[in-house]
């Protein structure tokens, strides 16, 4: 197994769902991190949850964890890594993938038990940064 590097993002994130796309550029556009995705009659958005503003749903309290990159497309491997530790462990994460890395995001109630399995199965984890 590759002892991959994470490091926790500072904030608590929002996972939510909107009908459309109204107003959400001039929420998200000066935040640090965000993810957006359109599928046919619905928007995901993720992002600081002080900016989210009226969701049709909403999920609250998540925290970023960032799996530090870049990694080739033909690296096979490594979410299952992060994300096998963390299901053997009971916890549950949303994930976003991005062009060099991927992001994990667990429930704040779950954070110190994801990062002690985690490092418990041999991966580095950054919190400093973590608020």
Not at 16 to 32: Q, S
Not at 114 to 122: F, H, I, Q
Request: net charge negative; proline share 2%; hydrophobic share 45%.
């Amino acid at each position: 197994m590759r002892c991959l590097k994470l490091t926790v993002l500072p904030g608590h994130y929002a996972v939510c769902r909107f009908k459309d796309d109204a107003g959400l550029h001039e929420r998200v556009r000066d935040l640090t991190f965000f993810a957006i995705v359109r599928t046919l009659g619905t928007l995901t958005l993720v992002c600081d949850q002080n900016v989210v503003g009226k969701a049709e749903e909403c999920e609250m309290n998540w925290r970023c964890l960032e799996i530090e990159g870049p990694f080739e497309f033909s690296e096979i491997g490594i979410l299952s890594q992060v994300c096998g530790t963390l299901a053997d462990a009971g916890i549950a994460v949303f994930v976003i993938s991005a062009f060099e890395t991927d992001y994990l995001l667990v429930k704040n109630a779950c954070l110190d038990a994801a990062l002690s399995a985690l490092k418990t199965s041999g991966h580095q984890v950054n919190s400093a940064r973590a608020n």
